[in-house]
């Protein structure tokens, strides 16, 4: 079965860029997905179709995919952004969810 | 208001049974599939499947066949997902979502709060 690969968890100082990684074979020929999960609440889409943001979602959430990874990016990261963090993609008519990534703003 | 509205949370005895709703309003109900999500205390994201509002076809992820029933009423634009002969691992949080987007490339743009369900004797 497809598997999608992140980081357990990503460490960012205020104010700097993070960077959370999705990996998958051939992920690049399909679409990525990330949600954030804030401690306790629903999951919420951040970036649709590699690199849409919903509206509503903030400028500083971008995305990105080719090859063999998926990529979320946060720029100017704030302490509001700590959560979890899913990337999500669909292979043979079922959807997969990356394991996870939990980011920590110190 | 655009949203799916979950039932409360439920604590079973192992082997029973429990029925979980998913109440969508503020959109045209059968125009967007809803797919199911379950989340294990401190673990990540399962897809369990989805179902087809418009047609009431279901389609179970392969981890979550036989036990894990998907169901309609469309007049109340209700979705739910029954769960037979439940074991400890069942305990979860279970979230429905809207899935939007095309064919077998949906995405989640609408998730319900989640329903928690505890199985203990």
């Known amino acids: 079965s497809y598997e999608l690969t992140q980081p357990p968890s990503v460490s960012v100082s205020p104010g700097q860029t993070a960077t959370i990684t999705c990996s998958g074979d051939k992920l690049g020929d399909k679409n990525a997905y990330w949600y954030q999960q804030e401690p306790g609440q629903s999951p919420v889409l951040v970036i649709y179709q590699d690199n849409k943001r919903p509206s509503g979602i903030p400028e500083r959430f971008s995305g990105s995919n080719s090859g063999n990874r998926a990529t979320l990016t946060i720029r100017g990261t704030q302490a509001m952004d700590e959560a979890d963090y899913y990337c999500q993609a669909w292979d043979r008519s079922t959807v997969v969810f990356g394991g996870g990534t939990k980011l920590t703003v110190l | 208001q655009v949203q799916l509205v979950q039932s409360g949370s439920e604590l079973k005895e192992p082997g029973a049974s429990v029925k979980l709703s998913c109440k969508a309003s503020?959109?045209?109900?059968?125009?967007?599939?809803i797919h199911w999500v379950r989340q294990a205390p401190g673990q990540g994201l399962e897809w369990m499947g989805w179902?087809?509002?418009?047609?009431?076809?279901?389609t179970s992820a392969q981890d979550f066949t036989g036990r894990f029933v998907f169901s309609l009423d469309i007049s109340v634009s209700t979705a739910y997902l029954q769960i037979t002969s439940l074991e400890a691992e069942d305990t979860a949080v279970y979230y429905c979502?809207?899935?939007?987007?095309?064919?077998?490339?949906?995405?989640?743009?609408?998730w319900g709060r989640g329903t928690l369900v505890t199985v203990s004797s």
């Open positions: 503020g959109y045209t109900f059968v125009n967007l599939g």
């Open positions: 979502a809207r899935g939007y987007g095309s064919w077998n490339n949906w995405y989640f743009d609408l």
């Open positions: 179902i087809n509002t418009n047609t009431g076809n279901p």
